[in-house]
């Protein structure tokens, strides 16, 4: 069954692909965003099926850019030094020395004296976990935090890459606990301070820091209930104990004393590192961070390059990359903007339904484009339809960014996921059935607090 839906989407893409090429150029859409739309339908199929290795598929992506006259091949290639690439990039070999040091394994049984009274209820303290700290700090950097940590959980359980159900749990939990919480706080994403100031540049206008959560909190809430109640109820779990786990990094932290000279100066990197994601992310990048913090453990010996070599997902590094220039092309090329009018702008709607399309079509285009993006190209037409429509332009902000930061499924729709993606206990095909029904989810919870939770509050849709 799996493989016919497999053939079925290799072959449905490629044939969508050369329709496109060949397709006559429709009013509005010159031929390089035209090719672009085709090369991102190519490159979907290609990531879903998982038909070649993604990485792969993602550096067909990038020399086929040129190829199809989509962007000069210099710009093409200028778009894998993208900022997100090097801030995983750094962060994976943060996660190296968390992993390499031991410094991890006792985080880990720290956590598993906390939340391991059984496997479910491990799996729900990495959700929480991972979502509270998204509330304060980005939310690709939590799961960057967190990778090591639960790499060394799935490990002392002896569970199989790719085989075993609990590891893909714990590696999703982390990612999506990653996501939902970062839409509580401004902290979170870049997305939701870049459409406050979009509305203030556009309506003069401002959220504070706490009205946004007061605005925002019901969704990530009901949405981590759901949740978790398919980690916990729909996904087979294939242990019946997490005891193994917290005997065996017990017996390592044992036998190990006390923290060595290399867990201490890690410690001190890290609580550096997470000082500027915090407090100085106006000022110093996080992507810059994150790679100033992997020198400085190579500098004060904490790690060896071989250590990393063996630790690093490289191939995650170039899927990512590749994504993005894929993406990218279809902004730069105004296919983004030409598909949101071509959905938008001929619809004769009732303002609430518009806001259900607005949030649905947000939600689906993240999941291909950065959420950043996304929100840049949206929430200006948004404005304009909603003007006519007399929608208060609060609504139409929120409408955008909180849908616009959940993408569940696929690996370059945000960095949580490629993150979790890298650790390799999971395939994309196991996540794609999950990530629909978590992205239903939010757009049912998103539903039901536009329509109920915000004219409680004073909030109203039309002006």
């Given at each position: 069954?799996?493989?016919?839906?497999?053939?079925?989407?290799?072959?449905?893409?490629?044939?969508?692909?050369?329709?496109?090429?060949?397709?006559?150029?429709?009013?509005?859409?010159?031929?390089?965003?035209?090719n672009?739309?085709?090369?991102?339908?190519?490159?979907?199929?290609?990531?879903?099926?998982?038909?070649?290795?993604?990485?792969?598929t993602?550096?067909?992506?990038?020399?086929?850019?040129?190829?199809?006259?989509?962007?000069?091949l210099?710009?093409?290639?200028?778009?894998?030094?993208?900022?997100?690439?090097?801030?995983?990039?750094?962060?994976?070999?943060?996660?190296?020395?968390?992993?390499?040091t031991?410094?991890?394994?006792?985080?880990?049984?720290?956590?598993l004296?906390?939340?391991?009274?059984?496997?479910?209820?491990?799996?729900?303290?990495?959700?929480?976990?991972?979502?509270?700290?998204?509330?304060?700090?980005?939310?690709?950097?939590?799961?960057?935090?967190?990778?090591?940590?639960?790499?060394?959980?799935?490990?002392?359980?002896?569970?199989?890459?790719?085989?075993?159900?609990?590891?893909?749990?714990?590696?999703?939990?982390?990612?999506?606990?990653?996501?939902?919480?970062?839409?509580?706080?401004?902290?979170?994403?870049?997305?939701?301070?870049?459409?406050?100031?979009l509305?203030?540049?556009?309506?003069?206008?401002?959220?504070?820091?706490?009205?946004?959560?007061k605005?925002?909190?019901?969704?990530?809430?009901?949405?981590?209930?759901?949740?978790?109640?398919?980690?916990?109820?729909?996904?087979?779990?294939?242990?019946?104990?997490?005891?193994?786990?917290?005997?065996?990094?017990?017996?390592e932290?044992?036998?190990?004393?006390a923290?060595?000279?290399?867990?201490?100066?890690?410690?001190?990197?890290?609580?550096?590192?997470?000082?500027?994601?915090?407090f100085l992310?106006?000022?110093?990048?996080?992507?810059?961070?994150?790679?100033?913090?992997?020198?400085?453990?190579?500098a004060?010996?904490?790690?060896?390059?071989?250590?990393i070599?063996?630790?690093?997902?490289?191939?995650?590094?170039?899927?990512?990359?590749?994504?993005?220039?894929?993406?990218?092309?279809?902004?730069?090329?105004?296919?983004?903007?030409?598909?949101?009018?071509?959905?938008?702008?001929?619809?004769?709607?009732?303002?609430?339904?518009?806001?259900?399309?607005l949030?649905?079509?947000?939600?689906?285009?993240?999941?291909?484009?950065?959420n950043?993006?996304a929100?840049a190209?949206?929430?200006?037409?948004?404005?304009?339809?909603?003007?006519?429509?007399?929608?208060?332009?609060?609504?139409?902000?929120?409408?955008?960014?909180?849908?616009?930061?959940?993408?569940?499924?696929?690996?370059?729709?945000?960095?949580?996921?490629?993150i979790?993606?890298?650790?390799?206990y999971?395939?994309?095909?196991?996540?794609?059935?999950?990530?629909?029904?978590?992205?239903?989810?939010?757009?049912?919870?998103?539903?039901?607090?536009?329509?109920?939770?915000w004219?409680?509050?004073?909030?109203?849709?039309?002006?």
């Amino acid at each position: 069954m799996f493989k016919r839906l497999k053939d079925f989407i290799i072959i449905g893409g490629i044939i969508l692909f050369l329709s496109v090429l060949l397709l006559p150029q429709p009013e509005g859409l010159t031929v390089a965003a035209k090719n672009s739309i085709a090369l991102f339908i190519l490159c979907l199929s290609l990531w879903i099926s998982n038909a070649i290795p993604l990485a792969i598929t993602s550096l067909l992506g990038i020399t086929l850019i040129p190829l199809l006259g989509i962007l000069e091949l210099d710009e093409a290639f200028a778009l894998f030094g993208n900022k997100a690439i090097f801030f995983i990039l750094g962060a994976l070999i943060l996660a190296a020395g968390i992993y390499q040091t031991g410094l991890g394994s006792r985080i880990a049984f720290s956590i598993l004296k906390k939340f391991g009274q059984s496997p479910r209820k491990l799996l729900l303290g990495i959700l929480l976990t991972s979502a509270l700290l998204s509330c304060i700090m980005p939310e690709h950097a939590v799961a960057a935090l967190l990778l090591p940590i639960i790499l060394e959980v799935a490990t002392s359980l002896e569970l199989k890459p790719l085989e075993s159900n609990y590891g893909k749990l714990l590696f999703l939990s982390m990612a999506w606990g990653a996501i939902i919480g970062g839409i509580t706080t401004f902290l979170g994403g870049a997305r939701n301070l870049l459409a406050v100031g979009l509305l203030e540049k556009n309506y003069d206008i401002s959220i504070g820091f706490f009205e946004w959560i007061k605005y925002s909190w019901p969704i990530p809430t009901l949405i981590l209930l759901v949740t978790y109640f398919i980690i916990a109820k729909l996904v087979k779990i294939d242990i019946d104990s997490i005891e193994l786990a917290r005997e065996t990094l017990e017996a390592e932290i044992t036998s190990r004393g006390a923290m060595s000279n290399k867990e201490k100066k890690l410690m001190l990197v890290l609580i550096a590192v997470l000082f500027s994601w915090l407090f100085l992310s106006s000022v110093i990048d996080i992507a810059i961070t994150s790679i100033l913090g992997a020198v400085l453990t190579f500098a004060i010996q904490v790690v060896e390059w071989r250590d990393i070599e063996e630790y690093v997902n490289w191939g995650v590094i170039l899927m990512y990359g590749g994504a993005i220039a894929v993406a990218t092309s279809l902004v730069r090329t105004g296919a983004t903007n030409w598909l949101s009018e071509a959905v938008f702008v001929h619809l004769n709607l009732s303002p609430f339904i518009f806001l259900i399309f607005l949030a649905i079509f947000t939600m689906l285009l993240t999941e291909g484009i950065s959420n950043a993006a996304a929100v840049a190209i949206i929430l200006p037409l948004a404005y304009s339809i909603g003007d006519i429509y007399q929608i208060n332009p609060i609504i139409i902000t929120l409408s955008v960014a909180l849908p616009g930061g959940l993408a569940f499924s696929l690996p370059m729709g945000s960095p949580p996921n490629a993150i979790a993606y890298s650790s390799g206990y999971y395939r994309i095909s196991d996540v794609v059935k999950f990530g629909l029904i978590l992205m239903l989810v939010s757009w049912l919870a998103y539903m039901l607090v536009a329509k109920f939770y915000w004219p409680l509050i004073g909030l109203k849709i039309l002006m």
